[in-house]
């Protein structure tokens, strides 16, 4: 049993039962020039979580650990976006739209997919989903109970909307889940604060909130996962 420092108390896990889930970590919401800075978001609020999670990635990597990535976005005929996403905001340019880095939120557009500096690796499954929470209309609790997975390891964007919605999902579902401070990040200072507290509150009501480094120093622990084999 793996014990990491953590809120509101210390975080267990099972090695070969957790499972590091990585949430939208998309160009459209994350690099300059994309979707969230075309609506006047500051990304480089979300980019400071960028190097903390590639550090967590790659130990997570070389253990074995499952490594989980969630694309948020839809269909490219827009079948499964609700007409109240597309009318919420009262945006001029929004999801189905042609936007700076190709249709906005369309999968298989540019700008939809995950940043080169976490990109998946060959064999890490990528969900897809077309709502905040990556359990919504998706296959990820399948993916989970197919290898035995209890716990999961959280890091992306938005602390506050689709990293918070998919604790609370997991939580319903029997998960136990350890929330990365410094591998989260909101556009709104106030809504990490909030966002973090929420998840850690009332004895851990939804998970536990730890940090980057305490979680790789038990990592660090661990022997290095057998290769697979080539071809």
């Known amino acids: 049993m793996l014990r990491v420092r953590a809120e509101p108390y210390e975080f267990s896990c099972e090695p070969g039962h957790v499972a590091l889930v990585i949430i939208d970590m998309q160009r459209d919401f994350v690099d300059p020039g994309g979707f969230g800075e075309a609506l006047g978001n500051d990304v480089s609020l979300l980019r400071r979580a960028i190097a903390p999670t590639a550090r967590v990635l790659a130990a997570a990597r070389r253990t074995g650990m499952l490594v989980i990535h969630t694309r948020e976005g839809h269909r490219p005929d827009l079948t499964d976006l609700p007409a109240t996403k597309k009318a919420r905001g009262r945006l001029r340019t929004g999801i189905g739209d042609a936007g700076p880095m190709g249709r906005i939120l369309v999968r298989g557009e540019y700008g939809h997919d995950i940043i080169d500096e976490l990109g998946p690796a060959p064999g890490e499954p990528v969900v897809d989903k077309p709502g905040k929470g990556a359990f919504h209309a998706t296959d990820l609790d399948s993916i989970l109970h197919s290898r035995a997975i209890r716990q999961l390891i959280v890091c992306g964007v938005t602390t506050e909307v689709c990293v918070n919605t998919t604790v609370r999902e997991a939580n ?29 509150a009332q004895g851990g009501i939804f998970g536990w909130v730890g940090a980057s480094g305490d979680l790789m120093e038990v990592l660090g622990q661990l022997p290095e ?5 080539a071809g």
């Open 225 to 229: 996962a057998a290769p697979l084999p």
């Open 172 to 200: 319903d579902r029997g998960y136990d889940c350890l929330v990365l401070a410094d591998c989260v990040a909101s556009y709104f200072p106030e809504f990490q604060r909030v966002a973090l507290e929420m998840i850690k």
